[in-house]
């Protein structure tokens, strides 16, 4: 009979033989899967922690810069609101100082009675009355005119040119700027929120197969996918953010070179204003110098009238 017990070759050939990996049991499996769980979610809790404060900062700060930039549309329409009335009160006063021409006018004489050098001397006295009225009168036309050139010219070299024209491409370029930083603020915005939904999609899977044990086998593969998912959209959100980064500070670069661009403008605009405004209420003052010396009616009160006696 053959002997039953292993030859010493068959031990010596078992012997050097590795030993058998035995099979993961289901319970390292989900001893793995809750570190990998507990290690992700400590990275989000970190990440959260730094990048969410800064998300909601930058959100304030460009709420911020909304209002810096509409500040200065708005200013703009203040200025050509305010020249565009002080124009029409200035065309105002011009009608209003020809209708005061009216009022000195001379009125239709019923005839005068001359008799010696009483009725003489009165005849003169009313002729420098009435050419100082007349020079007044005129001095009023000539006022008006010069009212109105005024505001020819400032509309044509203050309001229209340099203003209007300033004003309409400074509100061109802030919508283009508003919408262009509202679409990196939601893409910003979007993106956070895609890895705050990719987490909690993820965490609550974990949960519900780690309380069930039921087809976790066959459920495995859709775990893995959602922390993917989540891994994915952390790094858009570093994308996202360095592209937010680099397009506001081009905004910002843009809104500065526009404000200085924009200050000139009205810097000049309001320089050549008053400049125009000085000069002519120094021709206006300057007009008034001949009626005031036609207005002194030089004449002898006591010998008219002792004429007249």
Same mark, same amino acid.
């Given at each position: 009979?053959?002997?039953?017990?292993?030859?010493?070759?068959?031990?010596?050939?078992?012997?050097?033989?590795?030993?058998?990996?035995?099979?993961?049991?289901?319970?390292?499996?989900?001893?793995?899967?809750?570190?990998?769980?507990?290690?992700?979610?400590?990275?989000?809790?970190?990440?959260?922690?730094?990048?969410?404060?800064?998300?909601?900062?930058?959100?304030?700060?460009?709420?911020?810069?909304?209002?810096?930039?509409?500040?200065?549309?708005?200013?703009?329409?203040?200025?050509?609101?305010?020249?565009?009335?002080?124009?029409?009160?200035?065309?105002?006063?011009?009608?209003?100082?020809?209708?005061?021409?009216?009022?000195?006018?001379?009125?239709?004489?019923?005839?005068?009675?001359?008799?010696?050098?009483?009725?003489?001397?009165?005849?003169?006295?009313?002729?420098?009355?009435? @050419?100082?009225?007349?020079?007044?009168?005129?001095?009023?036309?000539?006022?008006?005119? @010069?009212?109105?050139?005024?505001?020819?010219?400032?509309?044509?070299?203050?309001?229209?040119?340099?203003?209007?024209?300033?004003?309409?491409?400074?509100?061109?370029?802030?919508?283009?700027?508003?919408?262009?930083?509202?679409?990196?603020?939601?893409?910003?915005?979007?993106?956070?929120?895609?890895?705050?939904?990719?987490?909690? @999609?993820?965490?609550?899977?974990?949960?519900?197969?780690?309380?069930?044990?039921?087809?976790?086998?066959?459920?495995?593969?859709?775990?893995?996918?959602?922390?993917?998912?989540?891994?994915?959209?952390?790094? @858009?959100?570093?994308?996202?953010?360095?592209?937010?980064?680099?397009?506001?500070?081009?905004?910002?670069?843009?809104?500065?070179?526009?404000?200085?661009?924009?200050?000139?403008?009205?810097?000049?605009?309001?320089?050549?204003?008053?400049?125009?405004?000085?000069?002519?209420?120094?021709?206006?003052?300057?007009?008034?110098?001949?009626?005031?010396?036609?207005?002194?009616?030089?004449?002898?009160?006591?010998?008219?009238?002792?004429?007249?006696?």
């Amino acid at each position: 009979m053959e002997s039953a017990e292993p030859s010493t070759t068959d031990v010596s050939m078992a012997a050097s033989e590795p030993p058998t990996a035995s099979e993961p049991t289901s319970e390292d499996v989900w001893q793995l899967k809750r570190d990998s769980y507990a290690a992700l979610r400590a990275f989000e809790s970190q990440r959260s922690a730094q990048i969410d404060k800064f998300q909601t900062r930058d959100r304030a700060y460009w709420r911020q810069f909304q209002e810096e930039i509409r500040h200065g549309g708005d200013e703009n329409t203040r200025l050509l609101k305010f020249l565009t009335l002080r124009l029409q009160a200035d065309l105002a006063y011009a009608e209003a100082l020809r209708q005061t021409r009216a009022a000195l006018e001379t009125p239709a004489s019923h005839g005068t009675e001359a008799n010696g050098a009483a009725g003489s001397d009165q005849l003169n006295v009313q002729s420098s009355v009435s @050419k100082a009225l007349h020079a007044v009168g005129e001095v009023q036309t000539q006022l008006a005119e @010069k009212l109105v050139q005024l505001t020819t010219v400032v509309k044509r070299e203050v309001t229209t040119k340099p203003l209007e024209e300033m004003a309409a491409t400074y509100k061109e370029r802030v919508t283009s700027m508003l919408a262009e930083g509202d679409k990196l603020d939601a893409m910003l915005f979007q993106s956070q929120k895609n890895v705050l939904t990719a987490f909690g @999609k993820y965490e609550e899977l974990f949960k519900q197969m780690e309380s069930e044990k039921e087809g976790a086998d066959t459920r495995r593969q859709d775990l893995w996918l959602a922390e993917m998912s989540y891994c994915i959209n952390v790094q @858009k959100l570093h994308q996202c953010r360095v592209e937010y980064v680099t397009g506001m500070s081009a905004l910002f670069q843009q809104y500065k070179t526009m404000e200085v661009w924009r200050a000139s403008v009205i810097q000049t605009a309001l320089d050549t204003y008053i400049r125009k405004q000085k000069l002519t209420y120094g021709e206006m003052a300057g007009a008034m110098t001949e009626p005031l010396a036609a207005a002194q009616v030089q004449y002898n009160p006591e010998y008219f009238l002792l004429s007249c006696a």
